[in-house]
């Protein structure tokens, strides 16, 4: 009994750290409009609750957002779509197992932020 209490206590614990990746800017409910999204989808069955997030063509891994969060208000959002799983794959290989969330937003062009480009010193 007590190994099954310890297994779901562990299990939540994981689930709200990882969901805590996909937190918006907003204060209170707000903040969990873009994770209350992916787990939905997540039971659903269309991505995993790891998914990349693409925002305004621009994608972050799971991975990345454990050194940085998004930048990005449940104002701002105009349209969430889960990627069919073998396109995610296609674009993004190994990566887009785990789902491929475009996210659409609403602000102008010169808001959206631009990839950086690094160029490369030929020797």
Do not use: C, W
């Not at 891994?61 to 799983?85: G, N, P, T, W």
């Not at 996210?103 to 950086?116: D, G, L, M």
């Amino acid at each position: 009994m007590i190994k099954l209490i310890t297994t779901a206590l562990l299990l939540a614990t994981i689930s709200a750290f990882s969901q805590s990746r996909y937190e918006l800017s907003d204060k209170g409910k707000e903040k969990f409009y873009l994770s209350d999204s992916i787990s939905n989808l997540a039971k659903a069955g269309k991505i995993t609750d790891k998914p990349i997030v693409v925002v305004d063509g621009i994608p972050h891994r799971f991975q990345d957002l454990e050194k940085e969060k998004l930048v990005l208000s449940k104002m701002e959002i105009s349209k969430i779509i889960a990627m069919d799983k073998q396109k995610g794959i296609s674009i993004y290989g190994t990566y887009g197992e785990a789902g491929v969330l475009i996210v659409t937003t609403n602000r102008s062009s010169f808001q959206k932020r631009v990839p950086e480009v690094k160029e490369m010193n030929e020797n």
